[in-house]
T-cell receptor, first 114, second 112 residues
Framework: AQTVTQSQPEMSVQEAETVTLSCTYD???????LFWYKQPPSRQMILVIR????KQQNATENRFSVNFQKAAKSFSLKISDSQLGDTAMYFC???????????WGAGTKLIIKP | NAGVTQTPKFQVLKTGQSMTLQCAQD?????MYWYRQDPGMGLRLIYY???????DKGEVPNGYNVSRLNKREFSLRLESAAPSQTSVYFC???????????FGPGTRLLVL
C-alpha cells in the first residue's frame, strides 16, 4: 500500500526567508502523480503544485518549486521569499496514475513570522 | 467561476439524526469525491464517483451513502449520525486530463 510521510509537524521562518518542507512516499508504482496542497486558517484546500512522476524536470509555480527525487521517493517543497500569507498547513499527496484516490500525508504547519 | 460549492457551511446534529451534504461543480469535471478531515490528520476518502452514474467506496465509507445526481452534483448522506462523524467534510472534483483535484470550502459537522 502507498504511504506518504511528512516528518516535520511544524516549522517557522522569518518573512522573506526560504523554507523547505519534506515529503517522502512509498510505492512500487512507476506511473503516479504528486501534489502539494495548502490549507490556510480558512480551511480551504488550495493546490500549490503538482508533479508527474514520468517528468524529470522539477515543477515550479512562481515562488514555489519542488525537488523531486524519484529514486529516493522524495518530494520536497521549497518556498522562496516567504510571505505572511504563506502561513498554513501544507499537505503532500500521492495518486497512482488514474486511480482517483489521493493518499495524504499528515501535514506540516508552516508559520511565517513578521 | 464558482468552482466547487458546498452547502451547508456548518451543521449541528443530534445522534441518530440524518442529513445530506450537497456539492456542486461548474468545471465540467467527470470525477467527484467526498473526504473527511479530522483534527491533526490529512484527508480520508469516503466515496468517489469516477463519472456520472458510478460511485465507489473509498477508505472510510461506513455510515455514509452518496448519490451522483448528475454531472454537476454529488451528495453525501448520513442516515443516522454518530459523534464519531464529527469532522470537516470536503467535496472535490477533477478532470481526467490533469488528475488534479479541486476542493470546495468544506462543511463543519458537529454531532452531539
Amino acid at each position: 500500500a502507498q504511504t506518504v510521510t511528512q516528518s516535520q509537524p511544524e516549522m517557522s521562518v522569518q518573512e522573506a526567508e526560504t523554507v523547505t518542507l519534506s515529503c517522502t512516499y512509498d510505492t512500487s508504482e512507476n506511473n503516479y502523480y504528486l501534489f502539494w496542497y495548502k490549507q490556510p486558517p480558512s480551511r480551504q484546500m488550495i493546490l500549490v503544485i503538482r508533479q508527474e512522476a514520468y517528468k524529470q524536470q522539477n515543477a515550479t509555480e512562481n515562488r514555489f518549486s519542488v525537488n523531486f527525487q524519484k529514486a529516493a521517493k522524495s518530494f520536497s517543497l521549497k518556498i522562496s521569499d516567504s510571505q505572511l500569507g504563506d502561513t498554513a498547513m501544507y499537505f503532500c499527496a500521492f495518486m497512482k496514475g488514474s486511480n482517483y484516490q489521493l493518499i495524504w500525508g499528515a501535514g506540516t504547519k508552516l508559520i511565517i513570522k513578521p | 467561476n464558482a468552482g466547487v460549492t458546498q452547502t451547508p457551511k456548518f451543521q449541528v446534529l443530534k445522534t441518530g439524526q440524518s442529513m445530506t451534504l450537497q456539492c456542486a461543480q461548474d468545471m465540467n469535471h467527470n470525477s467527484m469525491y467526498w473526504y473527511r478531515q479530522d483534527p491533526g490528520m490529512g484527508l480520508r476518502l469516503i466515496y468517489y464517483s469516477a463519472s456520472e452514474g458510478t460511485t465507489d467506496k473509498g477508505e472510510v465509507p461506513n455510515g455514509y451513502n452518496v448519490s451522483r445526481l448528475n454531472k454537476r452534483e454529488f451528495s453525501l448522506r448520513l442516515e443516522s449520525a454518530a459523534p464519531s462523524q464529527t469532522s470537516v467534510y470536503f467535496c472535490a472534483s477533477s478532470d481526467s486530463l490533469s488528475e488534479t483535484q479541486y476542493f470546495g470550502p468544506g462543511t463543519r459537522l458537529l454531532v452531539l
